[in-house]
Nanobody, 123 residues
Framework: QVQLVESGGGLVQAGGSLRLWCAAS????????MAWFRQAPGKEREFVAV????????QYSDSVKGRFTISRDNAKNTMYLQLNNLKPEDTAVYSC????????????????WGQGTQVSVSS
């Protein structure tokens, strides 16, 4: 049974930082492209960052480029997202997802999803 479990969310002031984790089990982690998405209340799910499998590269949304950093440790079956210089508009539930594909930013291409972790940024 595949499980993706996020952690690390919380409440921070604008300009602050957080680090999110996504721990995966039940799959061969290195063979999956891993991504972070977020969803704010009343808004559609939004792509944040992706780390493609097999060294296929990294991509960020324009809204987080230069502030967020995605990384993964295949030996630990874990993906990370470092969030710096947070803004109130970054407030959302952040979810990790896994796709048995190369680089992709479309939510529909991701087979497995975590439950999400709340990130709240106060002004």
């Amino acid at each position: 049974q595949v499980q993706l479990v996020e952690s690390g969310g919380g409440l921070v002031q604008a300009g602050g930082s957080l680090r999110l984790w996504c721990a995966a089990s039940g799959l061969t982690f290195s063979t999956y492209t891993m991504a972070w998405f977020r969803q704010a209340p009343g808004k559609e799910r939004e792509f944040v960052a992706v780390y493609a499998r097999y060294g296929g590269g990294i991509q960020y949304s324009d809204s987080v480029k230069g502030r967020f950093t995605i990384s993964r440790d295949n030996a630990k079956n874990t993906m990370y997202l470092q969030l710096n210089n947070l803004k109130p508009e970054d407030t959302a539930v952040y979810s990790c997802a896994a796709a048995a594909l190369g680089m992709t930013t479309r939510p529909s291409t991701y087979r497995y999803w975590g439950q999400g972790t709340q990130v709240s940024v106060s002004s």
